[in-house]
């Protein structure tokens, strides 16, 4: 019969001990702007920020906005209706949705 001696040091951490830091190689999760998880698969990219398919929806009302328009004001993501809800067009003119390759003529 061999003699066995138990490793050095254990690769599974004790109860309480610090969380090691990952190992060399290792790449890191691009994490949700919504709910702070790691997204793994399809990744919504918006204005430099992203999200789970499932988390980018409007701030105020939880519509999913994918495939659909969205709006950042002062950092929050929002549908058309509570954009325009947020914004006060200054007197004397309304609040108009441009739309990326939209015609505008201007008059």
């Known amino acids: 019969m061999r003699n066995l001696k138990s490793p050095i040091r254990s690769p599974i951490p004790k109860l309480g001990s610090p969380i090691p ?4 190689g290792l790449q890191k999760l691009p ?9 793994v698969g399809t ?14 929806k409007c701030d105020d009302c939880g519509v999913n906005l994918k ?15 509570h954009a325009m809800a947020h914004v006060q067009a200054p007197e004397g003119y309304d609040v108009v949705a441009v739309y990326p390759n939209s015609k505008v003529e201007l008059v």
Do not use: W
Request: glycine letters at 4%; a neutral charge.
């Open 43 to 56: 990744i919504v990219k918006a204005r430099d920020k992203l999200y789970h398919p499932d988390c980018f």
């Open 67 to 81: 495939q659909r328009g969205y709006f950042f004001i002062e950092d929050n993501l929002y549908c058309e209706t």
């Open 31 to 39: 994490q949700c702007t919504r709910c702070c998880n790691g997204i």
């Open 21 to 24: 830091s990952p190992m060399p």
